[in-house]
């Protein structure tokens, strides 16, 4: 009988996984800093899948090579970071004319230490495409999986973006992980009794729904575009909810426009180390908003 071992991954190699067996077999990126474990781990795993990977002179070329596997009839993948997004806004425009279906793996990098993830999030001009946001590794192969899926329904560009923490983690992975059931657009824990109800996006939110205190209601926005606005009214449930930040109120200056209910920002700051001590800012968080 065999037996499965448990394979320790990243969130770059749970990336190429889980798109080979979403039946992925092109990929094409250019290499930088934020994206260096998606090159290593997808050069030597397409190859092996029998699929091709081209390293482009620039994101705009592997953009267009994207462009042409799709044409061909492929579902091809590209890994870009965030800075570089605004130069493949055109070469994306002609994909969308086109119903060219490719997911962009978007890496939400931020240069210079001044910008959280989140902020590069609501400020790049994502609403015209698909956009999925995992929160942990447990839920990137679904998500990354339903783009797959809605690009096989209706072609075209989809996006997955990538907050670094998430990139860079590291798990143990069970074979179900993988291939486990679909997440919604928002993944909520609701206790019967709701002390408050809090609202983030990308790894804080995963930070949120494993070590935040019983008695609070958490949820994880995972579909920024389109955007679920009906479940978060439903989540509100006539109230305000708190949006968990870290660095800047850009997430809840962002939705607030679309929400028919109160967001209060509770931006916490970004030190050293600060996610080996999240128990620690939680509990004092607990005690200021009580």
């Not at 997911?103 to 993830?117: F, H, K, M, R």
């Not at 997955?160 to 590291?170: F, N, R, S």
Request: proline residues 10%.
């Amino acid at each position: 009988m065999l037996k499965y071992t448990p394979r320790f991954l990243s969130g770059a190699q749970l990336c190429i996984e889980a798109a080979l067996q979403a039946g992925c077999r092109y990929f094409y990126a250019t290499p930088s800093p934020s994206q260096a474990g998606l090159l290593n781990e997808g050069a030597w795993r397409m190859r092996e899948a029998h699929g091709t990977f081209i390293q482009a002179e620039s994101p705009a070329a592997a953009l267009a090579m994207a462009m042409g596997s799709a044409a061909a009839g492929a579902y091809p993948l590209v890994s870009a970071s965030s800075h570089d997004y605004l130069a493949m806004m055109e070469a994306l425009s002609y994909a969308q004319h086109q119903a060219l279906p490719l997911l962009i793996l978007l890496v939400l990098d931020a240069p210079w230490g001044n910008q959280s993830a989140s902020e590069r999030l609501v400020t790049l001009p994502l609403q015209a495409f698909p956009c999925w946001v995992p929160d942990s590794l447990v839920t990137l192969p679904s998500l990354l999986r339903r783009a797959f899926g809605h690009m096989r329904q209706q072609p075209g560009p989809a996006i997955l973006a990538l907050d670094p923490w998430v990139l860079q983690a590291q798990s143990t992975l069970l074979p179900e992980v993988l291939d486990g059931e679909e997440q919604p657009p928002l993944r909520i824990h609701l206790p019967e009794q709701p002390l408050r109800r809090w609202l983030a996006v990308g790894a804080p939110a995963g930070w949120l729904l494993e070590r935040a205190p019983a008695d609070w209601a958490i949820a994880s926005l995972q579909q920024l575009s389109p955007l679920p606005v009906a479940s978060l009214s439903q989540f509100a449930a006539d109230g305000s909810v708190s949006v968990f930040e870290y660095g800047t109120p850009a997430l809840s200056t962002y939705l607030q426009p679309y929400c028919p209910f109160p967001l209060v920002p509770v931006v916490v700051p970004q030190p050293e180390g600060w996610i080996d001590n999240i128990e620690q800012v939680l509990r004092g968080l607990n005690e200021v908003v009580l």
